[in-house]
């Protein structure tokens, strides 16, 4: 007999992955391995799991979801975006290119994002970030990430006593970025991660995922320019994010039983309008996509596949979409090594470029600060309702006294898929310290 999951796991598994924990539901269902009232609790889920797949077509689903989660609060205050805001502490996750144009020689910040709020109380993510620019035109940072699940209780049976685990996922980061001229940087950054998620029973061991992945960014801030009522500076950045093997909880490192790592490319591009010596607001905007393949199997809980004809009984197309089709689209998918995956992500979508584009999010931001000693954020993120429907708006604050700054955010949903975020309070806290260079 399986272990029996808990209602935090049910619920964790249901955000990440709807359709896989439709199946594992049926299974607990069928094989009548819960208790009465937790039977009422998954037939709601399954409801709800019902109306996320079917309003929906390919979703591009990967391992450890938790390194595209914003951590700090400056970020997530303008719409989850930072890859061409002005350079701060929290840079890591966003542009380590940033690091080369930051005001203080060194920063120290620390993370905290409470997770499913309304559900439960101790899921949550962390991290901490220490950057140092050890010269005019080079700078070196590092970051940890951890994400915990919590305490969760498992049982042969339904009423042996529990086997209390604790699942946890995180990423150990370095990067360094270099000036390349005075108002362009680029900086590679590599990342350990590990994912213990597996739970061990009696036929099998509690292996953790590990993986690693690199990053490539480039950060580029004009000087102030001169306008008839104001002075203004433009930024512009990308980065190639958590490119790296697939992750794989069974030790054969088999592309066709690992999981993609969240690779991702982000550009943007932001406007700082500087009214005075006290006052400036920063427009910002941003664009990502994942690298990783689109599914090529559409649908519905597997009511079908309405995809493209690639085979037949001889191998050959035979001119009629059927589960002969289906399998080999989902074979080929499950196959496609890592590398070979970024190239196909920007040209395999059976939608073709219309749904190419759907895989597109965006967000736009604004930043009103004041002495660099106060700030007021809002911003506003977008996700085709094809292809995951995340929506919401976000408002944040930071305070600054001395070497000590505080940020917060709160997010508010605007989808109709509940948001793990919503109604979430994140807080972060800087610490910079050591000289300050010029601002150019």
């Known amino acids: ?31 009548n391995q819960i208790s009465t009232c937790k039977i009422v609790v998954l037939l709601v889920l399954l409801v709800f799991s019902n109306q996320f797949i079917t309003a929906q077509e390919r979703v591009i689903t990967t391992g ?60 949550s ?6 950057f140092n620019r050890i010269s005019e035109r080079s700078a070196f940072a590092t970051s940890l990430r951890y994400f915990s699940l919590g305490e969760i209780e498992l049982r042969q049976n339904f009423d042996d006593v529990a086997n209390v685990v604790k699942p946890n996922e995180l990423a150990l980061d370095g990067s360094y970025s270099l000036k390349l001229s005075d108002h362009f940087g680029m900086a590679v950054g590599g990342r350990y991660i590990r994912s213990n998620l597996k739970i061990a029973d009696i036929n099998n061991d509690a292996v953790a995922g590990t993986s690693f992945a690199v990053d490539v960014a480039g950060f580029f801030q004009s000087e102030e320019i001169a306008f008839n009522d104001f002075n203004g500076r433009y930024r512009l950045g990308f980065n190639f994010q958590n490119m790296g093997p697939k992750i794989s909880y069974d030790g054969t490192r088999s592309d066709v039983t690992s999981n993609y790592l ?17 006052s400036k607001v920063a427009l910002n905007v941003e664009f990502a996509k994942l690298l990783v393949p689109t599914p090529q199997v559409s649908g519905s809980a597997g009511n079908g596949y309405n995809g493209r004809d690639l085979t037949g009984p001889n191998g050959v197309p035979d001119g009629i979409v059927d589960k002969l089709d289906y399998d080999k689209a989902l074979d080929d ?37 004041y002495q660099d000693s106060f ?17 919401f708006f976000s408002l944040g604050a930071g305070f600054k006294y001395n070497v000590v700054k505080v940020d917060v955010s709160y997010l508010f949903n605007a989808s109709k898929i509940k948001s793990p975020l919503e109604n979430t309070l994140r807080f972060s806290l800087t610490f910079n310290f050591g000289d300050k260079y010029d601002d150019l």
């Open 1 to 31: 007999m399986k272990n029996l999951l808990s209602y935090k796991k049910i619920l964790y598994l249901l955000n990440n992955n709807a359709m896989k924990m439709k199946s594992k539901i049926e299974k607990l269902l069928i094989n």
């Open 64 to 123: 450890v979801p938790f390194l595209l989660v914003a951590s700090d609060a400056r970020a997530a205050g303008m719409g989850d975006q930072g890859v061409a805001t002005s350079s701060d502490a929290y840079s890591q996750q966003w542009n380590p290119a940033k690091y080369v144009f930051a005001l203080d020689k060194q920063g120290f910040s620390i993370n905290y994002t409470p997770y499913l709020t309304q559900l439960v109380n101790d899921i």
């Open 125 to 130: 993510l962390g991290q901490v970030n220490y």
């Open 262 to 278: 969240p690779a991702n490319l982000r550009l943007g591009g932001g406007f700082d309008f500087i009214l005075d010596e006290y």
């Open 333 to 369: 998918y499950k196959r496609t090594n890592w590398v070979s995956g970024i190239f196909k992500s920007f040209s395999d979508a059976p939608g073709g470029f219309s749904e190419e584009l759907k895989e597109v999010t965006y967000s736009a931001g604004a930043e009103y600060s």
């Open 375 to 391: 700030a007021m954020r809002l911003g506003y993120f977008h996700e085709s309702p094809m292809k995951g429907a995340r929506k």
